[in-house]
């Protein structure tokens, strides 16, 4: 592909929160003690799994779609340069301003200045993957600026000083009672006598950040998806709270990773039909935003979109894992994922969690820097089929275990290597063969029943998180012999 305007041909690796400070296993192993966290993740992922399988069963065609939303992607992917260098000048033409960021630090100085320039130390904003990927309201914290999040589930996060977890659902690792405690203690002017009913904590909500909406000058969001025809960005949500921040403030200043443009507005008829019934269980989005460029007396009158590569174009390069660029973050691969169920989305220590975020995260950041992710799955498939736009992320999976595992052995065998090379050496040979099952059935005295609860070291690195089958009391030869009649 030729490169857009002002972009390196290779942006430098992801940046941002696209790493954690602790390998996937420690920290899952902490997740899982914590029985109030599985308790939440659990209710929340089967009630979202369960409308999710409601809506998509009235679909007669949502195989077709499926298939469909793989081949836009892909084709979209094939020509993305192009579908860019199309989307800044049509963005451009309707008086909107177009900017390019490597990667996070360069989106961040972008976005900083855009804000600084209004003389405002404030700005709205709408949820955003992309900004949370880049660590945006830490920096414009950083600079004097508030960030205050408006969508329900970000706000919860924000003030409970916490991390979000859910990529559709940030604080799905909360329950009402600890939202209402957080409310009662960072929310000003909430009534003392709130009580964890849903509508009431969403009308305290309401209340907090009515104020905000009106006062605010400046907004920032993301953009699930950017039409290269027309230059027009999409935002969809359930809240109303994305319109507000995209309609009432002067300036808007949008950040959205490269792989979200689409070529045409046919192209979105049927992503709209897959992502609401993917993510939130829905027919159609609640409230689908679109606006292109600047409109005089209706809506802000400086539109900004900062293009952020992250890692994107890197990714891109690789033929196998470009696929996971394709995905439209409807989380439906998180809420079937088991590990995700209950390991939660801190374990994974990026901003993306779940299948895609154990995918996604080390091919933006190399995957080097993100070696335990890949690592992070059972690997049973789940998420390929919840997955809208057929992302096998399995596959994904195990190819970034084996460029890893290459990685690391650097030219000497692993011990899986060794073990393997020895098992073909010793199954090669009927005397071997003969010997080594003797030799297993003294493994019988290590366990009872049908398993092996702890073996000796460096076998004990299998048994320390699994059992191991207790060999049986018959040989397989010894078997075939008395079945067969031969020996
Ligand atoms: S990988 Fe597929 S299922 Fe997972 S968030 Fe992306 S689009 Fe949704």
Known sequence: MTVPLGMPALAPPGVGHLRGGRPFPDAAREALADTQLRRNLGHATSTIRGKRAAVVAECPDWEDLRR???????ATMARLDEHLERLEREVTARGGQVHWARDAHEANAIVTRLVRETGETEVVKVKSMATQEIGLNEALADAGIAAHETDLAELIVQLGGDLPSHILVPAIHRNRAEIREIFLREMPGVDPELTSEPRRLAMA?????????????????????????????????????????????????????????????????????LLPRSSTGERMNPYTSAWTGVTPGDGPRAVHLVLLDNGR??????????????????????????????????????????????????????????????????????????CPVRIDIPSLLVDLRARHVDAARGGV??????????????????????????????????????????????????????????????????WWARERGTS
Not at 68 to 74: D, I, Q, R, T, Y
Not at 231 to 260: A, F, H, Q, W, Y
């Open 313 to 386: 174009t890197a990714t891109l390069a690789d033929p196998t894992g470009r696929a996971a660029l394709h995905c439209i973050k409807c989380s439906a691969c998180l809420n079937v994922c088991p590990v995700y169920e209950r390991a939660g989305g801190h374990a994974y220590g990026s901003v993306y969690p779940g299948p895609i975020g154990a995918v996604l995260s080390p091919q933006l950041t190399g995957v080097e820097d993100n070696a335990s992710l890949p690592y992070a799955s059972s690997l049973c498939g789940a998420c390929f089929d919840a």
């Open 205 to 273: 909500a309401r209340a907090f950040l009515r104020e905000r909406f009106l006062r605010a000058k400046v907004a920032v969001s993301g953009a699930n998806f950017g039409v290269a025809d027309t230059g027009t960005l999409l935002v969809v949500e359930s809240e109303g709270n994305g319109r507000m921040c995209l309609t009432l403030p002067d300036t808007l200043i949008t950040v959205m990773g490269i792989e979200k443009v689409v070529p045409t507005w046919a192209d979105l008829e049927v992503f709209l039909q």
């Open 413 to 478: 065998p692993t011990a899986e290597a060794a073990a393997m090379a020895a098992a073909s050496w010793v199954m090669a040979d009927p005397r071997r063969f003969a010997a080594a099952e003797t030799a297993s059935r003294l493994g019988r005295l290590l366990g009872r029943g049908d398993h092996i609860a702890t073996l000796p070291p460096p076998l004990s690195a299998w048994t320390g998180s699994r059992d191991a089958p207790r060999p049986p009391a018959e040989t397989f030869r010894r």
């Open 68 to 74: 469909a939303g793989e081949a836009l992607k892909a």
